[in-house]
C-alpha cells in the first residue's frame, strides 16, 4: 500500500521559517518527480490547487514565480524523501501543502501518489 505522509507544518509569524518532510513509502521502482503543491484558501473556494516546487530525480527543480528566492526543495533519493524548506513566509502562503510523488517510463506515466496534506498557517 502506497503511503506519502507529510509533516512539519504548523502556526508561524510572518517572516519565520519551517521545513515539511514527505516520505513516501511502498512505492515500487524510482520515483521521477517529487513535489509539494498548496491549496489556499481561495483555491479551496475554487478546487484548485497550485504548484509550489518540483524536484527530478537528478535533482533539476522548478519554483513556482510566488516562492522563488523564499522556498527551497530538496530530496533524499535513497529514502524516498522530499522536503521543502520555507523561509521568508508571508500571510498568502498559507495554505495546506501536498507531497506529490510520480513516475515515468519513458514518457509513459506509471504512477503518480498524493499525500493527505499538512496545515501551514502564517500569522501577520
Known amino acids: 500500500q502506497v503511503q506519502l505522509v507529510e509533516s512539519g507544518g504548523g502556526l508561524v509569524q510572518a517572516g519565520g521559517s519551517l521545513r515539511l518532510s514527505c516520505v513516501a513509502s511502498?512505492?515500487?521502482?524510482?520515483?521521477?518527480?517529487m513535489g509539494w503543491y498548496r491549496r489556499t484558501p481561495r483555491g479551496q473556494r475554487e478546487g484548485h490547487r497550485e504548484?509550489?516546487?518540483?524536484?527530478?530525480?537528478?535533482?533539476?527543480?522548478t519554483y513556482a514565480d510566488s516562492v522563488k528566492g523564499r522556498f527551497t526543495i530538496s530530496r533524499d533519493n535513497a529514502k524516498n524523501t522530499v522536503y521543502l524548506q520555507m523561509n521568508s513566509l508571508k500571510p498568502e502562503d498559507t495554505a495546506v501543502y501536498y507531497c506529490?510523488?510520480?513516475?515515468?517510463?519513458?514518457?509513459?506515466?506509471?504512477?503518480?501518489?498524493w499525500g493527505q496534506g499538512t496545515q501551514v498557517t502564517v500569522s501577520s
Open positions: 504548484l509550489v516546487a518540483e524536484i527530478r530525480r537528478a535533482g533539476a527543480a
Open positions: 511502498g512505492v515500487t521502482g524510482s520515483i521521477s518527480e
Open positions: 506529490r510523488a510520480q513516475r515515468y517510463v519513458g514518457v509513459y506515466p506509471d504512477y503518480d501518489y
